[in-house]
Nanobody, 116 residues
């Protein structure tokens, strides 16, 4: 059974940094077609933040390009999201996502709050 567990959220001042981690159990991260991070702010729809596919290609939401970096940690079987130059509008619950064929897997979410 696949499980995704996020960690690393918290409260940070604008301009600061946080690193989120998503540890996968039950399957190697390289067996997923893609893994990524989504976020959902209050009253808004869930949106894609960053994604990395099995070949290592990445894509980012325009709002985070140049500030966020997604990467894989082979030793930990995890995917990380390094978030720099955080802005108050980055405040949201961040969810880890994995895709394998027609199956979607989600983590429980981790809160990121950026104060101005």
């Amino acid at each position: 059974q696949v499980q995704l567990v996020e960690s690393g959220g918290g409260l940070v001042q604008a301009g600061g940094s946080l690193r989120l981690s998503c540890a996968a159990s039950g399957r190697s991260i390289f067996r997923f077609d893609a893994m990524g991070w989504y976020r959902q702010a209050p009253g808004k729809q869930r949106e894609l933040v960053a994604r990395i596919n099995s070949g290592g290609s990445t894509n980012y939401a325009d709002s985070v390009k140049g500030r966020f970096t997604i990467s894989r940690d082979n030793a930990k079987n995890a995917v990380s999201l390094q978030m720099n130059s955080l802005k108050p509008e980055d405040t949201a619950v961040y969810y880890c996502h994995a895709l394998r064929g027609g199956d979607d897997y989600w983590g429980q979410g981790t809160q990121v709050t950026v104060s101005s």
